[in-house]
């Protein structure tokens, strides 16, 4: 089962793993180098993929495997290692079926004020992370919180990954994390979508993932419960999001950096 995702004051919480399912064999080796360097780190981290990248710029790009095979292989994967396991989905029916498999269920930004995703989600009795959507204050998460809590839901949280700021680019407001946790909801910062530049490459979306560690820093220090970050072993050769996505050879100094900076915070060794 997924973890309670509210931060106790010590260890954040990791959401690592690439962008999108490619094959059964790429997605175990990514959950055992994430592993790997989690266990030299001495850190958890809940493993994540999408089976279906259904909100791709253009019809041509690659979207996945599907929704019951691609669940089956992230669960596989995760206990492979040890690790709970994360996706989107994207309808109600997707809910149900990838919650036979699947212990956190994410709502994609674009999809975060879809009352029957968010109570079908939530109806499954999986902790749900719901991405905040890029058209969002962080105060216009309360209706959505409302809405899980009223369908069931008590194991939940937010996720920032930059909010629409003219066309094709994004901007991250750190007070959008003080002020949701505030509110009392855990939150984990998105620190490789944060930097996409959506539709920037015409018919798909460009990024510059060179800046994803510099905002994830920025979030731990901010108090952030946690950071997703997506890593690939060759970010140029992903069929999703390679503009973003963090190197597997960058991850070990990435969440190094990141564990300093909560550490300073806390005033732990």
């Given at each position: ?5 509210r931060n106790?004051?010590t260890?954040?919480?990791f959401?690592?793993g690439?962008c999108?399912?490619e094959?059964e064999?790429?997605?175990?080796r ?8 989690c ?10 993929a999408s089976?279906?990248?259904a909100n791709?710029?253009?019809a041509k ?6 929704v019951r095979d691609g669940?089956?292989?992230l ?6 290692v040890?690790?709970p396991v994360?996706?989107?989905v994207?309808s ?13 269920l ?10 029957d ?12 992370n ?6 969002l204050a962080p105060?216009d ?7 899980l809590i ?7 949280f ?9 066309y094709?680019?994004?901007?991250v407001?750190m007070r959008s994390?003080y002020?949701?946790r505030?509110a009392?909801?855990p939150?984990?910062f998105d620190a490789t979508h944060s930097?996409q ?8 979306t460009?990024?510059?993932g060179?800046?994803a ?6 979030a ?5 419960d946690?950071i997703?970050?997506e ?5 140029a ?6 503009p973003?996505?963090?190197?597997h ?6 969440l190094t950096?990141l564990l300093a900076i909560?550490?300073a ?5």
């Amino acid at each position: 089962m997924a973890p309670n995702y509210r931060n106790n004051g010590t260890d954040p919480y990791f959401i690592l793993g690439p962008c999108v399912i490619e094959s059964e064999k790429q997605l175990l080796r990514d959950a055992k180098v994430i592993r790997g360097i989690c266990d030299d780190l001495g850190i958890s981290f809940t493993f994540k993929a999408s089976y279906d990248k259904a909100n791709r710029t253009s019809a041509k790009s690659y979207r996945g495997v599907g929704v019951r095979d691609g669940s089956k292989m992230l669960a596989e994967a995760g206990a492979a290692v040890g690790a709970p396991v994360t996706t989107d989905v994207h309808s109600p029916e997707e809910a149900v079926i990838a919650a036979e498999f699947i212990d956190l269920l994410q709502i994609p930004a674009f999809l975060c004020r879809q009352t029957d995703l968010i109570v079908a989600a939530a109806e499954t009795g999986r902790a749900v992370n719901v991405k905040k959507g890029q058209f969002l204050a962080p105060w216009d998460v309360k209706p959505i919180a409302d809405k899980l809590i009223k369908a069931g839901c008590q194991n939940f949280f937010f996720t920032e990954r930059g909010t629409t700021f003219g066309y094709n680019n994004l901007v991250v407001d750190m007070r959008s994390l003080y002020w949701m946790r505030e509110a009392g909801y855990p939150v984990i910062f998105d620190a490789t979508h944060s930097v996409q530049r959506p539709g920037g490459g015409g018919d798909c979306t460009t990024g510059d993932g060179v800046l994803a560690p510099v905002l994830a820093r920025a979030a731990m220090a901010a108090g952030v419960d946690g950071i997703f970050i997506e890593t690939h072993a060759n970010p140029a050769e992903s069929p999703s999001d390679g503009p973003n996505q963090i190197p597997h050879a960058q991850l070990r100094e990435v969440l190094t950096s990141l564990l300093a900076i909560r550490r300073a915070l806390t005033g732990l060794e």
